[in-house]
């Protein structure tokens, strides 16, 4: 059984910066894409980014593209999502997830891809 912890979260100003990580434990996820999420109070949880395996292909929501950087380190079993430029409608939870074992080339950006979630990390960003 995996377990991914969020932490980083917090109450920041419009522009400034934040850094999300996500603790993997119970398996080594060498073989897992991962990603982040976010849902917004009264929305639908939604794509933010995502990473391969070995954690040299990504792909980013348009909503944050140029802003946020998703990254992650395979011998420490973590990955990170570090925040710039942030504005006030980055506010949510945000989820980081794993899928199950896939190819190396292989990245979700639907939730139905992922199999293993967190307890989610506040973030709340006023204007």
């Known amino acids: 059984q995996v377990t991914l912890v969020e932490s980083g979260g917090g109450l920041v100003q419009a522009g400034d910066s934040l850094r999300l990580s996500c603790a993997a434990s119970g398996r080594t996820l060498t073989q897992n894409p991962m990603g982040w999420f976010r849902q917004a109070p009264g929305k639908e949880r939604e794509f933010v980014a995502a990473?391969?395996?070995?954690?040299?292909?990504?792909n980013y929501a348009d909503s944050v593209k140029g802003r946020f950087t998703i990254s992650r380190d395979i011998a420490q079993n973590t990955m990170t999502l570090q925040m710039n430029s942030m504005k006030s409608e980055d506010t949510a939870v945000y989820y980081c997830?794993?899928?199950?074992?896939?190819?190396?080339?292989?990245?979700?950006?639907?939730?139905?891809?992922?199999?293993?979630w967190g307890q989610g990390t506040q973030v709340t960003v006023s204007s």
């Open positions: 990473i391969n395996s070995r954690g040299d292909i990504t």
């Open positions: 997830a794993a899928a199950d074992s896939s190819g190396h080339y292989v990245i979700y950006r639907s939730h139905n891809g992922y199999k293993y």
